[in-house]
Nanobody, 126 residues
Framework: DVQLVESGGGSVQAGGSLRLSCAAS????????MGWFRQVPGKEREGVAS????????RYGDSVKGRFTASKDSAKNTLYLQMNSLEPEDTGMYYC????????????????????WGRGTQVTGS
């Protein structure tokens, strides 16, 4: 079974940084698009970033471009999200996701493209 476990969330003041991790198991880490999404109560889940497990390029939502960086460690089957210059608007539950995509991630960050999800880690900006 595919399992995605997020960690690294917490509370941080505006302008601060956090690094989220997502430990993946049960999947071939070479053939997946890995993504980060976030959600606040009452709103739809928003795509934050994506990166393919066999490529170095990444995509970002407009609201986080220039501040967030997605990366991966294939040896550890782990995905990361480095979040800098955090704003109160970045508050939300952050979810790791995985979808079977060969060689590249889809251009848009949409929930429908990811079939596996973690339980999330809370980030609170103040």
């Amino acid at each position: 079974d595919v399992q995605l476990v997020e960690s690294g969330g917490g509370s941080v003041q505006a302008g601060g940084s956090l690094r989220l991790s997502c430990a993946a198991s049960g999947l071939d880490f070479s053939n997946y698009c890995m993504g980060w999404f976030r959600q606040v109560p009452g709103k739809e889940r928003e795509g934050v970033a994506s990166i393919h497990t066999s490529a170095s390029s990444s995509r970002y939502g407009d609201s986080v471009k220039g501040r967030f960086t997605a990366s991966k460690d294939s040896a550890k089957n782990t995905l990361y999200l480095q979040m800098n210059s955090l704003e109160p608007e970045d508050t939300g539950m952050y979810y790791c996701a995985a979808g079977i995509w060969v060689d590249y991630c889809p251009q848009r960050l949409e929930m429908a493209d990811f079939g596996y999800w973690g339980r999330g880690t809370q980030v609170t900006g103040s």
